[in-house]
């Protein structure tokens, strides 16, 4: 059973910087892969980035060139470099770990991270 862990949330003032981490726990497969996701109240949740276990990232068009997505297979993590945080970048982060077995995706979500853009 996988379980999924992110941390490094907080406040942080417009223009500044935040490295979101998630943990997860088990044995992988080089057919699972990891994504960040975030949510405001009232909105579905919105992929930001992805990354596989060979370390092939995706970027949504919001965030790309400003979030950086990247992975430690040893330690079973994946972090999310955030810069030029805006306002409306406040929302909670998820992590997402995702397996495909026989065609079928699993997926186990953290709890989610709180991120704050204010000053």
């Known amino acids: 059973q996988v379980q999924v862990v992110e941390s490094?949330?907080?406040?942080?003032?417009?223009?500044?910087?935040?490295?979101?981490?998630?943990?997860a726990s088990g044995s992988f497969s080089v057919n699972s892969a990891m994504d960040w996701y975030r949510q405001v109240p009232g909105k579905q949740r919105e992929l930001l980035a992805g990354i596989t276990y060979g370390g092939r990232?995706?970027?949504?068009?919001?965030?790309?060139?400003?979030?950086?997505?990247?992975?430690?297979?040893?330690?079973n993590?994946?972090?999310?470099q955030m810069n030029s945080l805006e306002p409306g970048d406040t929302a909670v982060y998820y992590?997402?770990?995702?397996?495909i077995r026989s065609g079928i995706r699993y997926?186990?979500?953290?709890?989610?991270t709180q991120v704050t853009v204010s000053s």
């Open 95 to 99: 992590c997402n770990f995702y397996e």
């Open 77 to 80: 993590m994946v972090y999310l």
């Open 107 to 112: 997926d186990t979500w953290g709890q989610g």
């Open 8 to 23: 490094g949330g907080g406040l942080v003032q417009p223009g500044g910087s935040l490295r979101l981490s998630c943990v």
């Open 57 to 75: 990232a995706k970027y949504a068009d919001s965030v790309k060139g400003r979030f950086t997505i990247s992975r430690d297979n040893a330690k």
